[in-house]
């Protein structure tokens, strides 16, 4: 075994005592983001997981509140000390965009608080590339412009190195002997050369499309399944699902979709989204367009999962570059 593994394995073993672990593992031949009980499970190649790490950080559903009597509950996002392992450059962008979408969120601001981010990447951070990413300028500076506490980069000759984004973060390399590391100081979600051009670039092409054949040939094969949504890592739209009765009353906040039927619907049914081509032009325009315009953010990371799981192959990698040719 190479002595970056050891050494890898060594810190994980330490902290699964301390903490709940999730981290990328092979279930079968999928790489997917679980829970860990073996520190030997964990999956270091790097590649892109299957699922997102917003299945910890916003729970499919969530109780908002229990109203039994005059008694009222709420749990507020509780969240036991939980480290997420491995987390890739694209997936600490995702999660930036979160944070910055929930900053007033109290449920995810206090589960938030409860998970330390250890990212890692099978070279070095700024390489991304490889996760073949379709729409980003590759800034050397990435790592200035993401949430996470630890980073750990297998660089040259398999050889570790270390950073540290947080006083959380510094601690937890220190108390496990690391001492060679660097400090990153958080320098703004956008970097200093201004928002990506390449993603940017987009926002007026897409705004202005839907009278493109695209959303068209869109329109014939989507099943507005929604399963590109579900495990897009930047996707958070949320509905409210209200139970109520004489005595008592509970609100769950559960994930939703804008493939789904009733995500428009308003009183007396009338609904925005009312074919599949407004449907899929509303997912797209809120990642390219909207997003952007709001965060000086992309919407969208670049990470591919929504091809990987689309049951019909709508491929967002050739869907960006038909909509990048528009003049
Ligand atoms: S996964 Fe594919 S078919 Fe399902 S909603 Fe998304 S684009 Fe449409
Ligand atoms: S590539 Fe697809 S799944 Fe990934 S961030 Fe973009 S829209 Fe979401």
Avoid at 51 to 75: C, H, M, V, Y
Wanted: hydrophobic share 40%; aromatic share 12%; glycine share 6%.
């Amino acid at each position: 075994m190479l002595k970056s593994d050891v050494i890898l394995q060594r810190l994980a073993e330490t902290w699964l005592k301390d903490y709940f672990i999730y981290a990328p593992t092979k279930s079968g031949s999928v790489l997917r983001i679980q829970e860990i009980q073996d520190f030997r499970a964990i999956d270091w190649s790097g590649s892109m997981p299957a699922n997102s790490w917003k299945e910890i950080i916003i729970p499919a559903r969530e109780r908002i509140f229990d109203i039994t009597g005059d008694k009222l509950q709420t749990t507020a996002g509780q969240q036991p000390l939980t480290l997420c392992l491995g987390v890739n450059v694209l997936d600490l962008k995702a999660l930036m965009l979160l944070d910055l979408v929930f900053s007033n969120d109290v449920y995810y601001q206090n589960r938030r608080a409860n998970l330390l981010i250890v990212g890692y990447s099978s070279d070095w951070p700024h390489d991304y590339q490889k996760l073949k990413v379709f729409s980003h300028n590759f800034e050397a500076d990435v790592l200035e412009h993401v949430p996470f506490d630890v980073f750990i980069a297998r660089i040259k000759n398999n050889k570790l190195k270390f950073y540290s984004g947080s006083e959380k973060g510094r601690k937890l390399l220190e108390t496990n002997g690391i001492k060679d590391f660097t400090n990153i100081k958080f320098a703004g979600a956008v970097a200093e050369s201004g928002p990506d051009k390449r993603m940017m670039g987009l926002q007026t092409k897409l705004e202005n499309s839907l009278k493109h054949s695209l959303w068209s040939t869109l329109d014939d094969i989507c099943l507005a399944c929604g399963k590109c949504s579900n495990v897009c890592p930047t996707c958070f739209c949320f509905d409210f699902v209200d139970k109520i009765d004489p005595n008592d009353a509970r609100r769950d906040r559960v994930r939703s979709s804008c493939f789904y039927n009733d995500f428009s619907k308003l009183a007396g049914g009338f609904k925005e989204l009312a074919t599949i081509k407004k449907k899929i032009f509303f997912w797209y325009e809120h990642k390219f367009v909207r997003i952007p315009h709001q965060y000086n953010l992309p919407g969208c990371v670049s990470c591919g999962r929504c091809s990987k799981v689309c049951p019909v192959g709508i491929d967002i990698f050739k869907n960006i570059a038909k909509l990048s040719k528009i003049k």
